[in-house]
């Protein structure tokens, strides 16, 4: 938890989005790896649904091509949500295509801002 986001591996990155996930009330399955189907989790709430997770540790934006990606891997594993995760932005035609399918996207800094709550709380 101490380490900078953008050092870690991508492994690193998605066994770090677990412990932050199941420490959110979720309970975490990790995928990833060939044949993941581009999910590296998949989150379960209380409710019993599922979550198809991407985490992406990556410098330049993620573009549309992973969002619609997510949107098959989140049928082929019988998810009802998607997100994508990443400690970069996204780009324009990422963000539309993520809108109309309604996948939800989190950016680098809206993560950094969770992780350093999630921090401080694990601190106290």
């Known amino acids: 938890m101490t380490a900078d986001l953008h050092s870690l591996s991508g492994t690193d990155f998605e066994r770090l989005m677990e412990s932050y996930y199941k420490d959110q009330g979720y309970s975490v399955e990790r995928i990833g790896g060939s044949g993941d189907s581009e999910v590296d989790l998949i989150l379960r709430g209380k409710e019993g649904y599922k979550i198809a997770v991407q985490c ?30 990443t400690t970069s932005n996204f780009t324009n035609f990422a963000r539309r295509d993520a809108e109309r399918l309604n996948i939800k996207l989190i950016n680098g800094i809206a993560l950094e801002n969770k992780l350093n709550a999630w921090k401080k709380k694990k601190r106290v």
């Open 56 to 85: 992406k540790r990556w410098k330049q934006n993620v573009r549309n091509d992973t969002v619609l990606r997510l949107k098959a891997g989140k049928q082929v594993h019988g998810c009802y949500d998607a997100w994508i995760v």
